[in-house]
């Protein structure tokens, strides 16, 4: 369907600029005495040309583009720029008897730049202020959830504690481990569109993707077979918008549930649309034990460290210890005590000392 009326727009398009380009050669010719016909006819055949290949860009994409944004944009600013506009056209209307009374031009253009300026002003503080906007769409959204349980009988949403699944965090095979815990009480609910994703990893001609992508499909399977929690596919799909993560997004603002993800980019992008994370990473970090300066910890030393004498071990939960003097020690295992506790990005790092 949307070929077919790119198609269409680009005939239109090529037609009106046949007209468009064909009476400025015709102007041309005049202009220069010289033959009207040829002239006419370049101009046509240019401004055929022009509109095969233009119309697109100034039609059906922008439009497309619009619908994405839209699609992916948090509703509290989609209605802080409706308002905005909306007030800014009432302020710009208030101020248009005043200034068509000027001479002209002015009683001409200045409405006009009036409106736009209004309009731009009321956009930009309304979205700046957009987080105040969210305890209007609650009350907004109850109405026909109401309605709608007065109709069927039953006011319960099946994706009310859904948790969305992300590729990353379905390869990563964690997900199965702490499922097994009872932490989870939720239904994992895994798009299409993620199956799709995963499968075409492991499709993939590189052997890192393919057992990357086949690794996922397993845990898929684990979860299905042996997790107490129960795990569903879905066919719901967000069509305005073409990547994984933008659909996952949509999706999970749509059904107004968390997404459990390890990808850091993802992570920031639905935060900043207000979409609730759940990073395995982050979970992983928070239980691990705590060290204080002080404690003893027995440690097997595997390889040298950064620093010169620096020798490197690793806890059961995988916490990374830096022996000081302890390079000689390696694959040795020893009592160290701690000196002081690091939390970075990357994890948690003990410094200890023999």
């Known amino acids: 369907m949307n070929l077919s009326i790119e198609f269409f727009l680009r005939l239109a398009g090529a037609f009106v600029g046949a007209i468009i380009l064909g009476f400025a050669g015709n102007t041309v010719a005049k202009l220069l005495q010289a033959p009207i016909i040829a002239y006419t006819s370049i101009f046509s055949l240019l401004g055929v040309l022009g509109g095969l290949i233009l119309t697109p860009y100034f039609t059906v994409r922008p439009v497309r583009r619009l619908r994405q944004n839209i699609a992916v944009m948090p509703a509290e600013r989609l209605l802080a720029i409706i308002v905005g506009i909306f007030l800014g056209l009432i302020a710009a209307a208030l101020f248009a008897l005043p200034l068509s009374l000027l001479p002209p031009p002015f009683r001409q253009i200045l409405p006009i730049l009036t409106a736009f300026f209004f309009c731009y002003v009321s956009v930009v503080l309304f979205t700046m202020r957009q987080n105040d906007l969210r305890g209007i769409l609650p009350s907004m959204r109850t109405a026909p959830t109401t309605a709608q349980a007065a109709n069927n009988g039953s006011d319960h949403d099946p994706f009310a504690d859904a948790v969305l699944l992300d590729t990353s965090v379905i390869i990563d095979g964690r997900i199965t481990d702490i499922s097994k815990t009872g932490f989870i009480r939720s239904t994992l609910l895994v798009p299409n569109f993620i199956l799709l994703e995963l499968q075409h990893i492991a499709d993939s001609s590189d052997t890192l993707r393919r057992n990357r992508g086949r690794r996922g499909l397993d845990v898929l399977g684990i979860l299905r077979n042996e997790a ?57 970090n928070a239980v691990k034990a705590a060290y204080l300066p002080g404690e003893t910890l027995r440690v097997e030393i595997i390889q040298e460290g950064k620093e010169m004498g620096q020798g490197v071990g690793y806890l059961e939960d995988g916490t990374m210890v830096v022996v000081e003097d302890g390079r000689s020690y390696i694959d040795r295992t020893l009592e160290v005590t701690v000196t002081k506790v690091l939390q970075t990005t990357a994890g948690r790092m003990v410094f200890a000392r023999h």
């Open 228 to 284: 107490p929690v129960p795990i569903k596919i879905t066919d719901m799909d967000v069509t305005e918008v073409k990547d994984a993560d933008s659909k996952l997004v949509a999706l999970a603002r749509h059904l107004k549930c968390p997404i459990m993800t390890n990808d850091y980019n993802l992570n920031r992008v639905a935060d900043l649309q207000g979409v609730s994370v759940l990073n395995i990473n982050d979970l992983a």
